[in-house]
């Protein structure tokens, strides 16, 4: 490594070398270890949450491991079926519409983010309704209708439609959602 020159001001240059015989960690041409460590990533990554492959060959490769490292590692977690990705898009749908309600459309997206392949993300989606979506945005929407209550009729009608849109609905079941003025409600 260069040199550089010292924080102290004095114009003094300070050696970044290494002193010879130090420990530099494991030898980064050793595979073995490589992948033992890549391993102990991925686990460490899996015991906070689920992962998607996609998201933890992003991280594994930032954190500087090799693509056959990444890809021996993935294929041992297949194994022990640590990471599933059909799962995890099933998991993901049934907990976002339960937790956190959006449309379709806005989990379809999210699910791509994540690298799950377009087969399991229609899979996964099934669960999640036509139905279900309506009764997901009438209850948005009431929550919507409640914070728009000074506004007009038509007014609230149309910012409810807006939010709904935004929160990735499909706009039919936006407009019917937003018409029905949420459970409760009268119908305009």
């Known amino acids: 490594m260069p040199a550089r020159r010292s924080r102290s001001g004095t114009g003094e240059r300070e050696n970044l070398e290494p002193p010879d015989g130090a420990d ?76 956190r309600p959006i449309g379709r459309r806005a989990l379809a997206s999210e699910l791509v983010r994540k690298g799950i392949a377009p ?3 229609e899979t996964a989606l099934a669960i999640y309704d036509q139905g279900a979506e309506l009764a997901a945005a009438q209850a948005l929407a009431a929550r919507a209708n409640a914070r728009y209550a000074g506004l007009s009729a038509d007014a609230r009608q149309r910012k409810c439609y807006a939010y709904l849109v935004g929160r990735g609905f499909e706009h039919e079941v936006a407009r019917a959602a937003a018409c029905s003025g949420g459970p409760g409600r009268p119908e305009n």
């Open 24 to 99: 530099l960690g494991p030898n980064p041409l050793d595979p073995a270890q490589a992948s033992r460590e890549a391993m102990t990533r991925a686990l460490r990554l899996l015991s906070a949450r689920p992962q998607t492959e996609r998201e933890l060959t992003d991280k594994l490769s930032r954190a500087g491991f090799g693509t056959g490292t990444i890809e021996g590692v993935l294929v041992r977690l297949r194994e022990l079926r640590y990471v599933d990705d059909a799962a995890f898009a099933h998991q993901w749908v049934e907990e976002r519409s339960r937790l």
């Open 119 to 121: 087969e399991h993300i």
